[in-house]
């Protein structure tokens, strides 16, 4: 075999990538179990004391962290909402966009497109006063808006492009059968493309997980602080509480880790569908 | 009415809501963030006056602005040139089918979908001056004296800056370009060695000019995103070590939200944005001809 001569270089290689992604994981999930003693003893494998969930139930007992709870609680309803709310608008969005014959129908595509790049620090300082004026400072209601804005353009272009590969003359042939034109989404078009409306979903939950910017102008209190809002407080503060923090960060990863795990094969191939040429 | 235009309204009435929602928090944002750039509107200011375009006269005639700018330029090149090298190193070691390429497959997404706050967090526990990994791990081998505080280092925060980044996005150029990589037809590379090309001529002649177009949309997609994202930079460094890895986002978050001067922070947004737009325009004809 020709190919065997490269072949420990290929896996030197392939273990420095695996280090390179792995390594901040690893160490800040083993850390997170580690006593604040042993982290702060200047070694890596000789701790004193033995490995514990300490960390994790200090996390939710009172102290600096105590609205740790609240975070969690804040960040799930806002990103569970945001995400069904985007679904279905993407539905509904790119079944429009899909299905009817509108002349309009290249300009909101392309507006769409051209809205995801507008600089999110500059939007936010005027939407600041827009939701202000909405008396939605503060509120689920608001940081959800601004969530399903970040997460909308890419759902509808994604779910639109499974959308279109489905031929037409399936809608037609259900017609004749007598399905009405929203019968024809619910009961053909969306059990066929579920695998891309799944995408659209981890897309939009992730992003509302994840946001920063808009969270932290919108919250005002610990009543609609999220977790990364959350996250940079104890960051922040005077004494930072280190193993804390780790097991904190844990928590805060693991939802979109435990999705991505349930969905990795279907994120992959609707990421990547928009960007190889067919 | 016929049946036809029937069918279009219906059309329009069901994109009609999430159209509204758009022009309400993204359009007309916009548009208002331009027009109060010519004013001086701020937290002291709560009526604005038209000042013309005073705020983009003292911002162009302003240092620290070209320095900002000229770091978010090099933070773009580095972020997105690295990860362009390295997604592309990785996605051609995937297509190798070596073993045990299904576990990197799996994890290899894992960085692009944690947010960008616990990055960050892992990040600066790992940097820590006196007990993160880095550094004892530069004690144990000897090097004890290259040790530091990172972060707080200017001379080193922006690479650990553009290093997150990579951190961050190269997975995504990793399966975009892997799936080009699947798409180009074996044939292609049979008959390249039949006619006696070598590995590196196979790469430059086949390989990058097949994976011209999904490396162009991976690229401008970041070069926005790195040009726009204000996270990572903000909950690591602030803008700091004095300035030292300031770019144009974080310095509008600043303007408006830290000194509350509102018009001074659109009008760097506004500037911001007419560069990205011709990126943008650049991106849309790149999905459209895709489309026809």
Redesign the interface.
Known sequence: MK?DKN?WL??I??SL??V??????V??LY?SFRSEVD??????FNNQKPLSFDHYASVFSSGQTAAFGTYLKNSLIIASLSTVIVVI?AL??A???S??????K?G?I??????N???????????F??LFSMNLIDSYAGII??H??LG?PFG?WLIKGYFDSIPQEIDEAAMIDGLR?FGVLWKIIIPITAPGIVVAAFYAF?VS??D??FSS?ISQSLNTQT???G??KF?GSTQIR?GA??AA?II??IP??I??AFL?KW??EG??A????G | MTR?KK??M???L??A???L??A???????V??FF?SFTNYSLFNQIPIFIGIDNYKVLITDSYFWQTFGRTLLLVFFAVGLQYL?GM??AL?LN?D?K?MKW????????W??????????????MLP??G?IN?LL??VGLGHLTRYWFGDPNFAFALIVMMHV?RNM??YT??L???LK?IPKGFYEAAQIDGANAWQRFFKITLPQLK??SM??VVLHV?WTF?N??LI??STGGGPVGATEV??TQ??QT??TYFE?SK??AL??L??AL??V??LV??RL??S?EA
């Open positions: 190919k072949l290929k896996y290689l392939l990538f695996a390179f992604i792995l390594l901040p994981f160490w800040i850390s982290l702060f003893a200047g070694t890596f608008a509904f969005g079944y429009a966009l299905r009817f014959r509108m002349r309009l290249d909101i392309v507006t769409m497109l051209l809205s790049m507008f600089p999110q620090v500059l939007i936010v300082i005027p939407l006063g827009i808006l601004t399903v804005i909308l509808i034109p992730m997980w994840g920063f910017l102008v977790l990364p809002i996250l940079n960051f280190w923090i780790n960060t805060t990863i979109t880790i999705l991505y990795q994120v992959v990421l990547t928009g960007s190889v040429k | 036809e069918r279009a219906t059309g329009y069901v994109v809501p999430v159209l929602v758009f309400l928090l993204m359009f007309y944002p916009a208002k963030a109060e390295l190193i990785l070691l190798e070596l045990g990197v497959k799996y994890i290899i997404m894992i960085p979908v944690i947010p960008v706050a616990s990055t960050v967090v892992m990040f600066d526990w790992m006196k007990y990994f004892m004690q144990t951190w997975p995504f399966i975009t892997f799936a080009g798409s177009y999904p949309i991976v926005l726009n204000f996270d903000y909950l144009l986002a509008v978050y408006a939200w509102y922070g659109s947004g506004i911001m944005m990205m737009l990126f943008s991106y849309i999905v459209r895709d």
